[in-house]
């Protein structure tokens, strides 16, 4: 089990596509991922990386707007997920998939939400 590094920060907004034309076309980042089918992409920040995600999204309907959880990227989301139960974490979503991504959910203790990540598809 091992965390690598932090993947990236969602946010979420009602505001999809003028975030999304601020942060590409007037700042000049890079779009480098996207979830087939859903108003989500994952713009390059130099350095950390943004999940924009619409309100419209269907994902995380009970999530305000704003900052919805900073994801790590890990090695085996199962492995992680079984040596951090160990250690005491709650899990409130088990490892699932959607498509190529592996995921589960859990917050720290001041209760901000904190996902592991692993998606071939989706690594940078």
């Not at 209760?111 to 598809?121: I, Q, V, W």
Request: hydrophobic residues 40%; proline residues 5%.
């Amino acid at each position: 089990m091992a965390i690598l590094h932090s993947h990236h920060f969602a946010l979420k907004t009602p505001n999809y596509q003028a975030l999304k034309t601020f942060y590409t076309e007037t700042l000049g980042f890079d779009i480098v991922g996207t979830i087939p089918g859903k108003d989500i992409v994952f713009i390059d920040l130099g350095g950390t990386t943004i999940e924009l995600i619409s309100t419209d999204a269907e994902l995380c309907p009970k999530c305000a707007t704003g900052l919805v959880h900073m994801a790590f990227e890990v090695d085996d989301v199962d492995a992680t997920f079984e040596d951090l139960k160990s250690k005491g974490v709650v899990f409130h979503v088990a490892p699932k998939g959607m498509g190529d991504i592996r995921m589960c959910f859990f917050t720290d203790p001041d209760g901000n939400e904190l996902e592991l990540f692993k998606s071939p598809s989706l690594a940078w």
